[in-house]
């Protein structure tokens, strides 16, 4: 049986968090987020281990797919978060939305085109051109204003807030495409709340990770919770 000690720490504070069993919250990541690569290859145990701390430290909720994990196709695996994920936190570090502004710039030459997005706040301006970002992807060909406003706010919210360890999609996407990883995005036709127990011990090559050992949780070491901050109720413009 694969060792699942590293994570366990973690997996009970996710747990706690979200009123489930270490059991069924173990059972419901297996069969909804952890997924095997385009080789079939599963999260190692400290994989697993880093993607759950790096959850916790931010408190982004992988049931919610506020983050998940990426298969880089070189051995490792980096977590993403979605553009909601990037909002909590900036809300959580106190960024000030009503001092966040995002600009369209249209192109001079091209009367409706789009050329660039600038996302700005206080004295620092990002500015995400079209030409540079857009990728032969169905989201880029039919909502590139979107995503480049995304694209605007992230890296906005990346730099104001100092946040590092994560990427977003786009990111992860374009560095799958040219290594073969895999993005391990969890199905939106499986609930990703599980009345089940842990799953049975899947034989190699299963595609299914290992039913958890729960015989050490209450001799774990107390969970860890992610350092309070402070938030700050403004609009979140940024997503409107």
Not at 75 to 92: C, E, F, H, N, S
Not at 157 to 172: H, K, Y
Request: with cysteine; net charge negative; hydrophobic share 35%.
């Amino acid at each position: 049986m694969t060792d699942t000690k590293p994570q366990q720490q973690f997996m009970v504070t996710l747990a706690e968090k979200n009123q489930m069993t270490p059991e069924v919250l173990y059972a419901t990541l297996a069969e909804n987020v952890f997924k095997p690569d385009k080789h079939g290859q599963l999260p190692t145990p400290a994989q697993q281990a880093m993607f759950l701390a790096t959850c916790v430290h931010y408190d982004l909720n992988p049931l919610l797919k506020e983050a998940y994990p990426f298969c880089d196709g070189r051995g490792g695996l980096q977590t993403i978060v979605g553009v909601d994920g990037w909002a909590k936190m900036a809300k959580r570090a106190g960024l000030d939305f009503s001092k966040l502004s995002l600009r369209v710039v249209w192109d001079t030459k091209t009367p409706g085109r789009l050329f660039a997005y600038t996302a700005k706040y206080g004295d620092l301006e990002i500015t995400e051109t079209l030409s540079e970002c857009q990728r032969d992807t169905d989201p880029w060909k039919h909502w590139p204003n979107r995503m480049l406003r995304h694209k605007a706010f992230i890296q906005l919210v990346r730099l104001v807030c100092g946040i590092s360890g994560l990427m977003e999609r786009d990111e992860a996407e374009r560095i799958g495409h040219a290594s073969n990883g895999s993005v391990a995005i969890p199905s939106e036709r499986q609930p990703l709340l599980s009345e089940n127990g842990p799953n049975d011990h899947a034989d190699e090559g299963s595609g299914r990770l290992p039913a958890l050992d729960t015989r050490d949780f209450a001799e774990e070491l107390p969970a860890i919770a992610p350092p309070e901050t402070a938030v700050q109720d403004h609009s979140d413009d940024a997503r409107s």
